[in-house]
């Protein structure tokens, strides 16, 4: 027929969904199948994701679908599973915010500095990248029994086909890839000890993945064979693919439980610069660097939405929204905020350390949370920009927090640039452009993205005032 159908399986650290979308010639629909919540579990061992709920969501969301051509999964970064011999799961994948990383960096430093590692990898300096997450594993009676490593899509994939790979694009988040060849850095991998058999053969986005198994077909009711293909794996790539820029002069802020700002780049920056600005350099689809930076994100409100006993967000933002702006502001950008609990007080803490107005009610954090939110956007495009020394005109914003309409505004404003928002389900939607595109419905990168102009209908953000305020702002919280 005219019109393919795909099947999205977005799993984000709130939720996870699938989406089906319907691709034809100047077509482009997204609607959702299911959406289930992603609740990690905090078990004596640690913090763990609960991935057989994620798995039994994505199977409930593939009945919901119908049919489909085809289904991909993408999901946040660097976490994985650990197989057995016998390709059986080892445990319940270990979460990003767990803290069996803390200093394990300093010591993988000792054997490969920073510098080298940054060189080489192009990653910035996280906790969790997945390098740092096996130094924490060694030693461990899981590890030992450890015979493949399965990034969180790729076990999903593994789960519903049987076959196993490693999708390119979130193996970039592990640390050993080096972002000019696009294939493993045997040398990092080398000094550190890491036995690269661990990983499955790589695989990039629009390969085949397999086919959902006799036993997936029955659970889910759906007819085969039905193809699986491999999509930009990592939700960042996906969402970036999925930004509706007209040329190459944009920034993008992929904001969700994180806030992913930055740049679509042809080549990496691996300088000295560079990496002391802690910017990254993930793959993207069909060789593009996705050069950015993490900033806290949604999270920060998130856990304190939860810490408040979950009041309605919109009337939290409408009064949020009242109150003055930048009174006070926290560095959005601090690994401290990484760990779960007591939000509002580690909050209030940093505005107290840096001798500012301690906000107090609900809509006063918020306040300082958005106000915050926007100060490290600004940071990340400006240096951006001026690192890769690649100028933009315009700042699309992407995912959950587009439906945040004072984000949008104060990141305008911060910016001094427009904002345009939207599609809120990017990484839904970059999925289902791949699979359409292996499936012959649309061109290069390119043509997807004029597809999503013609058909998604963002919102714009003029800045309004001048940027001077966010100046003295932004020096305030670097001379703290
Ligand atoms: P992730 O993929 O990381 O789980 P999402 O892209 O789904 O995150 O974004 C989730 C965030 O979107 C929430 O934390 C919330 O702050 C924001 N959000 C969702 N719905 C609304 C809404 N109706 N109004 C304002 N913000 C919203
Ligand atoms: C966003 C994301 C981000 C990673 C983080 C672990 O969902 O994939 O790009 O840094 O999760």
Do not use: K
């Amino acid at each position: 027929g005219d019109v393919g159908s795909y099947a999205a399986v977005d799993l984000g650290a709130s939720s996870g969904r699938v989406m089906v979308g319907r691709v034809g010639p100047d077509r482009l629909e997204l609607t959702e199948a299911h959406r289930f919540p992603n609740r990690p579990v905090r078990t004596p061992d640690g913090l763990r994701w609960d991935v057989l709920a994620l798995y039994a969501g994505v199977l409930d969301g593939l009945r919901s679908a119908g049919p489909v051509d085809s289904v991909g999964v993408d999901s946040w970064a660097v976490d994985h599973g650990l197989l057995d011999a016998d390709g059986a799961l080892l445990g319940n994948p270990v979460h990003y915010r767990d803290a069996r990383t803390e200093g394990v960096a300093e010591r993988v430093w000792a054997t490969l500095p920073a510098e080298e590692l940054y060189a080489a990898t192009g990653l910035q300096y996280a906790p969790f990248n997945t390098l740092y997450q096996l130094a924490a594993a060694r030693g461990t009676a899981q590890f030992a029994a450890a015979r493949r490593l399965l990034l969180i899509p790729d076990l999903l994939t593994y789960w519903l086909t049987g076959e196993q790979g490693t999708e390119l694009t979130n193996a970039s988040t592990t640390q050993l890839i080096d972002p000019r060849t696009g294939d493993w850095s045997h040398e990092v991998a080398g000094r550190l000890g890491i036995d690269l058999g661990l990983f499955a053969p790589l695989r990039r986005p629009g390969d085949p993945a397999g086919v959902l198994r006799p036993e997936v077909l029955e659970e889910t009711g759906l007819t085969g064979p039905v193809p699986v293909t491999t999509v930009g794996s990592h939700d960042t790539a996906s969402a970036v693919a999925a930004v509706p820029a007209a040329d190459e002069r944009f920034a993008y802020i992929c904001t969700g439980t994180w806030s992913l700002a930055g740049l679509e780049l042809t080549a990496p920056v691996l300088t000295e610069e560079s990496r002391a600005a802690n910017f990254t350099n993930e793959l993207g689809l069909d060789g593009t660097v996705r050069y950015l930076r993490n900033i806290m994100g949604l999270w920060l409100l998130q856990e304190c939405v939860r810490a408040w006993g979950d009041p309605d967000l919109g009337a939290l933002l409408a009064e949020a929204a009242r109150v003055p702006a930048l009174r006070s502001v926290v560095d959005a950008g601090d690994p401290a905020f990484l760990a779960p609990g007591r939000m509002p007080e580690r909050i209030a803490e940093a505005c107290r350390a840096s001798g500012q107005p301690v906000p107090g009610t609900p809509a006063e954090v918020t306040r300082c949370i958005l106000d915050s939110l926007a100060l490290a956007h600004r940071g990340a495009v400006a240096d951006a920009q001026r690192l890769a020394g690649h100028p933009v005109d315009v700042v699309h914003v992407v995912g959950g927090g587009t439906r945040n309409a004072l984000l949008c505004q104060l990141t305008a404003d911060a910016c001094g640039l427009p904002v345009v928002a939207g599609p809120t389900e990017a990484a839904a939607l970059g999925n289902v452009l791949v699979q359409a595109r292996a499936h012959g419905r649309v061109g290069d990168l390119g043509g997807m993205r004029r597809l999503l102009a013609r058909t998604q209908s963002p919102t714009r953000y003029e800045p309004r005032g001048d940027t001077a305020r966010w100046r003295a702002a932004e020096t305030r919280l670097a001379d703290r």
